[in-house]
């Protein structure tokens, strides 16, 4: 079973830090694109920042400067440093795993996959 858990969401000040963990299990995590996406009320679902297999990493330009993307593939965990948090980065936050067709070492796979977990809130106000 494929369980992706974030936490470390909250409330914090305008000017700010959280930093959110996505532990993955269920998976070969190293196989896996990993991705935060956040939705706020009323609005669509954005990518927020990427994390490839071999650790490139993008933004988006809300979050350029502030946001910090890594991975511990040791231990299957993705996370997403926030700083210099502003209102507007109130929303729930989702991880997201992706496994596009392809190799892997000596792993091969043929079918895409992904996974989403459950969200956790980020709530940026005074």
């Known amino acids: 079973q494929v369980q992706l858990v974030e936490s470390g969401g909250g409330l914090v000040q305008p000017g700010g830090s959280l930093r959110l963990s996505c532990a993955a299990s269920?998976?070969?995590?190293?196989?896996?694109?990993m991705n935060w996406y956040r939705q706020a009320p009323g609005k669509q679902r954005e990518l927020v920042a990427a994390i490839t297999v071999s650790g490139r990493t993008n933004y988006a330009d809300s979050v350029k400067g502030r946001f910090t993307i890594s991975r511990d593939n040791a231990k299957n965990t993705v996370y997403l440093q926030m700083d210099s948090l502003k209102p507007e980065d109130t929303a729930v936050y989702y991880c997201n795993a992706v496994r596009v067709p392809g190799s892997y070492g000596t792993l091969h796979y043929s079918r895409r996959r992904e996974y989403w977990g459950q969200g956790t809130q980020v709530t940026v106000s005074s």
């Open positions: 269920g998976i070969i995590f190293s196989t896996y694109d």
